[in-house]
């Protein structure tokens, strides 16, 4: 059982918009804890794709953006394209002293 | 250049030794901190610590405490991973991962991946 909560599966058709929270809690992300997203698409190492809660490192496309509130985080895809099917991962810190991921969400373009 | 290169799979039987390595490249060895994340078949990510190195410093999950060392070769660039006594369920890709800050930072580059079976 992860510490942050992601749902298993998303899916969306082309050119649509697609969400994926990651819900943690007081001893991470609602500490202030910064989120991050990957992307692992199949077969490939995880990939950064949104730092620091909302950057995109250079080369992610601006159909990808991320964002925080309390104790969530939110990674948004608009404009779905076939090549965004793969696996999201959040990954934040817990005061227990330990990096934490979230369980992953596998994204289906329909 | 490739920033981050895994030695190849292992396959080991249950109670053996592992010891994976991770390659850097560039003249950042010193700058950034090292993690190792596992992935087992079909499962989501899981860390298991980080390593310093400068000076070699450790922090390691607390469910790997006891059978996992993390090590530093700097004159060879090179990052270790050992996992003892293993049983079925360390079963996975183990990756590393390059981070600027020793904790709360996002990972970057990740290696390609190193895959422990274990099995009798």
């Known amino acids: 059982q992860s510490v942050l909560t992601q749902p298993p599966s998303v899916s969306g058709a082309p050119g649509q918009r697609v969400t994926i929270s990651c819900t943690g809690s007081?001893?991470?992300?609602?500490?202030?804890?910064?989120v991050h997203w990957y992307q692992q698409l199949p077969g490939t190492a995880p990939k950064l794709l949104i730092y620091?809660?909302?950057n995109r490192p250079s080369g992610v496309p601006d159909r990808f953006s991320g964002s925080k509130s309390g104790t969530s985080a939110s990674l948004a895809i608009t404009g779905l394209q076939a090549e965004d099917e793969a696996d999201y991962y959040c990954?934040?810190?817990?005061?227990?002293?330990?990096?934490?991921f979230g369980g992953g969400t596998k994204l289906t373009v329909l | 250049q490739v920033p981050l290169v895994q030695s190849g799979a292992e396959v080991k039987k249950p109670g053996a030794s592992v010891k994976i390595s991770c390659k850097a490249s560039?003249?950042?060895?010193?700058?950034?901190?090292m993690h190792w994340v596992r992935q087992a078949p079909g499962q989501g990510l899981e860390w298991m610590g980080i390593?310093?190195?400068?000076?070699?410093?450790?922090s390691y999950a607390q469910r790997f405490q006891g059978r996992v060392t993390m090590t530093r070769d700097t004159p060879t660039s090179t990052f270790y991973l050992e996992l003892s006594s293993l049983r079925s369920e360390d079963t996975a890709l183990y990756y590393c991962?390059?981070?600027?800050?020793?904790?709360?930072?996002?990972?970057?580059?990740w290696g390609q991946g190193t895959l422990v079976t274990v099995s009798s």
């Open positions: 990954q934040s810190y817990d005061s227990t002293g330990s990096e934490v």
């Open positions: 620091t809660n909302n």
């Open positions: 007081s001893t991470n992300i609602g500490t202030g804890y910064d």
């Open positions: 560039g003249n950042t060895f010193t700058t950034y901190y």
């Open positions: 390593i310093n190195p400068s000076g070699g410093s450790t």
């Open positions: 991962a390059r981070s600027e800050n020793y904790f709360t930072g996002w990972f970057d580059p």
